[in-house]
């Protein structure tokens, strides 16, 4: 079982990495249009209020797989922004 604290950090690293890619893909294009790319750090910042916000719950009755389904939608979540990353 992940901790809470944990899971937070990954949330925190995941979708700020993913940020910071967008970022630099601006920079290294400064030509291009940059709403592509500011969507997805709209987008990422969204996702990461959500599964913050799912973290936090306190209605849980059964933590671990609350965790565990938290963590596998930062999974699925960081996968498709890659991909809309890559696809730059």
Do not use: C, T
Not at 12 to 39: L, R, W
Not at 69 to 86: G, R, T
């Amino acid at each position: 079982m992940a901790s809470k604290r944990l899971l937070k950090k990954d949330v925190n690293y995941v979708m700020g990495d993913i940020i910071d890619a967008a970022y630099i893909h601006q920079m290294a294009n400064p030509k291009e249009d940059n709403k592509k790319s500011e969507a997805i750090v709209d987008e990422a910042i969204s996702d990461y209020d959500e599964l913050i916000r799912e973290i936090n719950r306190r209605d849980v009755e059964n933590k671990p797989k609350h965790f565990k389904k938290i963590q596998q939608d930062l999974e699925k979540k960081a996968k498709d922004l890659i991909e809309k990353l890559n696809a730059l």
